[in-house]
């Protein structure tokens, strides 16, 4: 009897500690019993299985000729659509759950979903620096292979499981942005099925409108089916400086002065207070100095964004060399910092060592066994929000997300927007640097409502001619969004590709109303 009673007591002091700390905040911060026991290994399994295949895929080079006759069979579903009558909309069948993106469309419900799977690399030229790639292709595929064979993509975003596809039809950046651009910047084709079956491909010169068009419209023109993308020779190495500073304005100084210094490579802040922050900059290369080498993308590592606040509380000024996928991915294992509200010891030395192998968990994994109760109070206490605004408004921006949400750390992401046509460019005829804001966690201010709060912060993006990336929740009204964005070319394209009765307006597919 005396075990049942143990166990019948810590049943009731359990429940107790759940009345008093409220079922919502238990089922939040006590996920990562879930997380731990079943996600982990699933995500191992999925990594594995994907890896596996696309390395024999690629090997066996089959994936070219499969990519052909998937090409084909999108355009006959196209097409049995067009021949049914066409009353509701298209949009790709893959499920909402496996984007990277926290929201979840309720429109693959009532949409008719054409199935495309196409996650292979195609092609890589090295004589005209090309990768040709399907849409599904993952970068943590592509910086497997490139790297093995000495090529990289000039803008790689972080997280391993960015899709080309998403990267294109929303956007992605990285540190290296303020010299190459945003992932459409490096994108020289596109190659899609529009809304009558044909296939299509665009460039720069041939079907221009549609090349410029394509970027941010999120599979409302038509469907994805292949890319060309540059690349460039790789290094071994990323010599990378950490530079702590203190006081805003010096922050945003430093920051503006090194985004527009051309020989970085890459720039990168993480800005950990209102006063508080460690501007990174780093070069490629092929030599190290062996004491300063740092292979940050091992398991037991220190998260990355820990290992630079170390920086930032020994206040002094650092050099490291670290192996070029490591550098590329150095956010991926923490997910930026969103883990560390998951699994709240998630870099303990001691988890990291003995179970650090297997994180991060999959996006995917985590949006799918979500539930509705973490959904709602992920969405009402939490904050996932990219916004692009000009460099020369930083400080303003900055101040306006502490005021507004007080997340911390921001992640600083400097990118030159080249002024051309298509829903996103510089408000003049010249490029212009602009700057990423990433706030992600739980704001600390009280006040904090996540739909006035956002709509703050959405309003001054608009005020400065600045963009929100679309992977987040919008809370804009219809002439708010079309305030910010550049709806001409694309409602043009709209209508010369029968596209309105084929795909939901880009507006429609990502506002809030479309999920409830």
């Not at 190659?191 to 599979?219: I, K, M, Q």
């Not at 400086?241 to 051309?262: D, M, W």
């Amino acid at each position: 009897m005396d075990p049942l009673l143990y166990i019948a007591g810590l049943a009731v002091l359990f429940l107790l500690w759940v009345k008093v700390k409220g079922l919502d905040y238990v089922i939040i911060h006590q996920r990562w019993i879930f997380v731990c026991l079943f996600l982990l290994p699933l995500s191992v399994i999925f990594d594995v299985y994907y890896y596996l295949r696309a390395w024999i895929i690629f090997k066996m080079c089959s994936a070219p000729k499969q990519h052909d006759q998937r090409v084909r069979d999108i355009q006959r579903q196209v097409r049995e659509w067009k021949k049914e009558g066409g009353k509701t909309y298209m949009c790709t069948g893959r499920p909402g759950w496996l984007t990277v993106s926290l929201r979840v469309g309720k429109y693959k419900k009532t949409h008719k979903n054409i199935m495309i799977n196409m996650m292979d690399i195609l092609e890589v030229d090295t004589k005209r620096q090309i990768l040709r790639v399907e849409p599904l292709a993952n970068m943590g595929q592509v910086t497997a292979l490139l790297n093995s064979i000495g090529w990289t993509l000039p803008v790689l975003p972080e997280l391993d499981d960015l899709t080309v596809g998403g990267l294109i039809m929303g956007t992605g950046i990285e540190s290296s942005s303020h010299i190459y651009g945003l992932f459409q910047h490096i994108c020289v084709a596109y190659e899609l099925v529009l809304a009558d079956g044909s296939l299509v491909r665009c460039t720069a010169e041939e079907n221009s409108d549609l090349f410029y068009a394509v970027p941010w419209s999120c599979g409302t023109l038509g469907f994805l089916v292949a890319a060309e993308i540059r690349i460039i020779p790789a290094r071994t190495w990323v010599k990378l400086t950490y530079e702590p500073v203190h006081g805003l304005e010096a922050i945003c100084q430093r920051f503006a002065q090194e985004s527009a210094n051309k020989e970085n490579q890459f720039v990168e802040g993480l800005q950990y207070s209102l006063d508080e922050a460690v501007i990174m900059t780093g070069v490629m290369t092929d030599e190290a100095e062996p004491d300063k080498i740092n292979r940050i993308g091992h398991y037991f590592k220190p998260w990355f964004f820990k290992h630079v606040q170390k920086v930032l509380t020994e206040n002094h000024s650092a050099v490291e060399y670290i192996p070029l996928r490591h550098y590329y991915h150095r956010h991926t294992r923490s997910i930026f910092w969103e883990l560390q509200d998951i699994i709240p010891f998630g870099n303990n030395p001691f988890f990291r060592y003995l179970f650090g192998w297997m994180v991060p968990p999959k996006i995917s994994l985590l949006k799918l066994t979500q539930g509705e109760t973490i959904r709602r109070l992920y969405e009402q206490h939490h904050v996932v929000q990219d916004m692009l605004v000009p460099m020369k408004h930083i400080q303003s921006a900055i101040s306006c997300f502490h005021n507004d949400i007080h997340v911390y750390p921001l992640w600083l992401c400097p990118f030159v927007l080249p002024s051309r046509p298509g829903m996103v460019h510089p408000k003049g005829d010249e490029d212009e640097l602009y700057v990423d804001i990433g706030a992600y966690g739980e704001p600390s201010v009280k006040h904090f409502q996540a739909r006035a709060s956002t709509r703050q912060l959405e309003k001054f993006v608009r005020e400065v001619h600045g963009f929100q990336m679309l992977y987040a929740d919008v809370y804009m009204d219809r002439q708010e969004f079309w305030d910010m964005f550049d709806g001409s070319l694309y409602h043009k394209l709209r209508e010369e590709l029968d596209c309105k009765a084929a795909f939901p307006e880009v507006y429609d597919k990502i506002c809030k109303s479309a999920r409830h």
